[in-house]
Nanobody, 123 residues
Framework: QVQLLESGGGLVQAGDSLRLSCTAS????????MGWFRQAPGKEREFVAT????????VYADSIKGRFTISRDNAKNTMYLQMNSLKPEDTAVYYC????????????????WGQGTQVTVSS
């Protein structure tokens, strides 16, 4: 049984930083690309970032490019999202996802999802 567990969310002020973590179990971690998605109140879930199996290739949404960094440590079965210069519009539930063989920005390509972690950025 594959499980993804996110952590690291919280309440911060605009301009602050947070690092989200996603730890996977039940599957060979390095076999799959991974991604972060987010869902703001009243909005559909949207793509944030994705990283290849090796960690070499990454793709970011334009809205967070230059502020967020996705990374992974296959030895620890963990993926990270370093979020800097946070803005109120970054407020959302952040989900990690696992599954496609290659990096993808599409939700439908991901087979496994975490429960999400809340990030709230106050102005």
């Amino acid at each position: 049984q594959v499980q993804l567990l996110e952590s690291g969310g919280g309440l911060v002020q605009a301009g602050d930083s947070l690092r989200l973590s996603c730890t996977a179990s039940g599957r060979t971690f390095s076999s799959d690309a991974m991604g972060w998605f987010r869902q703001a109140p009243g909005k559909e879930r949207e793509f944030v970032a994705t990283i290849s199996r090796s960690g070499i290739s990454t793709v970011y949404a334009d809205s967070i490019k230059g502020r967020f960094t996705i990374s992974r440590d296959n030895a620890k079965n963990t993926m990270y999202l370093q979020m800097n210069s946070l803005k109120p519009e970054d407020t959302a539930v952040y989900y990690c996802a696992l599954g496609p063989r290659y990096i993808s920005t599409r939700e439908s390509d991901y087979n496994y999802w975490g429960q999400g972690t809340q990030v709230t950025v106050s102005s």
